[in-house]
């Protein structure tokens, strides 16, 4: 199987193409910006087809990743996902943003317990958590900081993604074991296109993953909860798909 990865939720634009059974990509490009996603995606997509004998043509699957991230950024990311796989009548899978930080660090094996997150701004972090082998331990949320840091328990704690200061300012603020392994602000795109592969269409569907309550709401209602669930249970088998990617 043949996939390409797009991925624009976070602060960068980034696409590849990997083949199923192979160490490397065949073509891959990647691009660190805040802004400008919709004006550098496409010709950086046409660049890495380019390279890529048989082009659109010969693309069995595309992966694009879903969120948490960007309003924006995952929007653009979506739409050209979904053209693509309709014009070449490919099916189409999304992968977390959470799931591909996580991935590199559950293939070294770490007793304890291995956390993505990325800042969210105001005191908050999406955050998800896996223990070995890449089970999920917590699904996909928008926490405080100090609420995250319990619900992942006494650690030992590995943390990875632009929201592992907070979190590690407030574990070292409490004697909690922690090691930031890195503060990457996006995912390794050769990483999104092995979790696509891994991914199934049925349970990973390529549909957007804000966990972000609205910012207006209501007279007398409150965030959004319902759907928030609906959202971490639509992309709760992030878990699985690194499980299994990791293991390939």
Partial sequence: MRILAIDTALPAVSACVLDQDAAAPIAAESIEMERGHAEALLPLIRRVMGKVEGGFGSLDRVAVTVGPGSFTGIRIGLAAGQAIALACKTEIVGVSTLAALAAPLILDAFDGVVAA????????????????????????????????????????????????????????????????????????????????????????????????????????????????????????????????????
């Fill in 117 to 248: 997150a990325i800042d969210a701004r105001h005191g908050k972090v999406y955050i998800a958590a896996f223990g070995p082998g890449g089970r999920p331990l917590l699904k996909p949320r928008r926490m405080k900081a100090l609420e995250a840091l319990r619900a992942l328990g006494a650690g030992p704690l590995l943390l990875v993604g632009s929201g592992a200061p907070l979190l590690a300012k407030e574990a070292r603020a409490r004697g909690l074991p922690v090691e930031i392994a890195s503060e990457q602000s996006a995912p390794d795109i050769a990483l999104v296109a092995r979790l696509g592969l891994a991914a199934q269409p049925e349970t990973a569907p390529a549909r957007p993953l804000y966990l972000k309550e609205p910012d207006v709401t209501a007279p007398g209602s409150g965030p959004d909860l319902l759907q928030q669930d609906a959202e971490v249970e639509q992309h709760g088998a992030a878990g699985d798909c690194v499980a299994a990617a990791t293991q390939a």
